[in-house]
């Protein structure tokens, strides 16, 4: 069965400061990656995904995030965060079961606050 | 490109009333999931449909239940409401038979038990 953990359900920084939001995954094999965004009110937005390519990923907004097999994480980063940045975030993993099928899977979520 | 269009936005019920959502997916995706959202529970997994058959079911009571029909649009119906089915639900559209490309949303329903 697979899972995913995000750490810290609330995250703060400053305006101008490195974002960075942790995730780790469980799975029996190396899994489909995702990060999702969601604004208030709204549906969750896709950000970036893994898909066993490149294991450095470039999401919008000037998000990336890093798939670190060693370490089962899939940590999404932001070099320098925006007001506009501030959202709840959501990591979620597929596994890559060939010519089936196992529903997504989401984290608990991670709620960004920038601060002025 | 429209994206994924659920009605109604907002809905309120009475405790023990039924209740119907609708989700129009992207065109040509035909892979519709639907999950419930709760600031306690999180992101709840309730069922996915591809072609009109439900592939896979969450854990959730027998009152709730979907259907997608041939043009891949998808309705979900909760019977005799509980207070603790207010949520909002939300409907997600792939255009992957096995989901790998990541999911649309659309803007979910709010749904309000009274």
């Known amino acids: 069965a697979q899972s995913v953990t995000q750490l810290g359900s609330h995250v703060s920084v400053s305006e101008g400061a490195l974002v960075l939001l942790r995730c780790n995954y469980s799975?029996?094999?190396?899994?489909?990656l995702f990060w999702y965004v969601q604004y208030p009110n709204q549906g969750l937005q896709l950000l970036l995904k893994?898909?066993?390519?490149?294991?450095l990923v470039k999401g919008i907004n000037g998000f990336e995030a890093e798939f670190k097999k060693s370490e089962t994480s899939f940590h999404l980063t932001k070099p320098s965060a925006h007001m506009s940045d501030a959202a709840e975030y959501f990591c979620?993993?597929?596994?890559?079961?060939?010519?089936?099928?196992?529903?997504?899977?989401f984290g608990t979520g991670t709620k960004l606050q920038v601060i002025p | 490109k429209a994206g994924v269009t659920q009605t109604p936005r907002y809905l309120i019920k009475t405790r023990g009333q039924q209740v119907t959502l609708s989700c129009s997916p992207i065109?040509?995706?035909?892979?519709v999931s639907w999950y419930q959202q709760t600031p306690g529970q999180g992101l709840q997994f309730l069922f996915e449909?591809?072609?009109?058959?439900?592939?896979n079911k969450g854990n959730f009571p027998g009152r709730f239940s979907g259907r997608q029909f041939s043009n891949s649009r998808s309705e979900m119906n909760v019977s005799t409401l509980e207070l603790g089915d207010s949520a909002l639900y939300l409907c997600?559209?792939?255009?992957?038979?096995?989901?790998?490309?990541?999911?649309?949303f659309g803007s979910g329903t709010r749904l309000t038990v009274v």
């Open positions: 997600a559209s792939s255009s992957n038979r096995e989901n790998h490309y990541g999911y649309t």
């Open positions: 799975s029996s094999v190396p899994p489909y």
């Open positions: 893994y898909t066993s390519a490149a294991t």
């Open positions: 979620a993993v597929s596994p890559p079961l060939p010519g089936g099928y196992q529903k997504v899977t």
């Open positions: 065109s040509g995706h035909r892979s």
């Open positions: 449909y591809f072609s009109e058959t439900q592939r």
